[in-house]
């Protein structure tokens, strides 16, 4: 099971995935009609599978012009060398957000989930602050942001 591959996101994923325990109060939400179909976006979201697993999906949900939400599950049964693919095929995804012009990203991560807090880090993310009641359950989470240099700022510095 040590071997990932990626393909493009189903929204029939989220039926055979057993989240990691600081995500599953939003599993019931998840599995609402139509909810996996929202989270489809071509070039954007994917999915992780190992043998026949899926062991993660993820992608970037655009919210308006220049902004968009990242979005990532994980299956408890994810191997742990995983990881590191796994976390470059996120910065790849990011860097086409920003190539495409989605210049803030934004996510939030469970209030008190130290390794999701850590992984924003290494992906670029910045914390904003904390949103209290955030998800269906009630739980606090931290806001985050990766902010992409302005483009006209950046040439008028050069």
Excluded at 23 to 31: D, E, G, H, K
């Amino acid at each position: 099971m040590n071997d990932i591959r990626f393909r493009p996101f189903q929204a029939h994923d989220l039926d055979y995935m057993d989240l990691q325990q600081a995500q599953r109060s939003v599993q019931r939400w998840l599995s609402r009609e139509g909810y996996g179909e929202y989270l489809e976006e071509p070039e954007l979201s994917w999915s992780a599978v190992a043998g026949d697993l899926v062991v993660g999906c993820a992608g970037i949900k655009p919210q308006w012009q220049g902004r968009a939400v990242a979005w990532s599950l994980i299956d408890r049964r994810m191997p742990r060398s995983a990881w590191v693919k796994i976390t470059r095929e996120v910065q790849r995804i990011l860097q086409l957000a920003h190539d495409m012009g989605y210049r803030r990203i934004e996510a939030t991560v469970l209030a008190g989930h130290g390794e999701g807090c850590r992984w924003m880090d290494v992906l670029g993310f910045k914390v904003e602050g904390k949103a209290t009641a955030y998800d269906p359950a009630g739980n606090d989470h931290y806001l985050y942001a990766r902010v992409a240099p302005c483009p006209a700022l950046s040439e008028e510095a050069a």
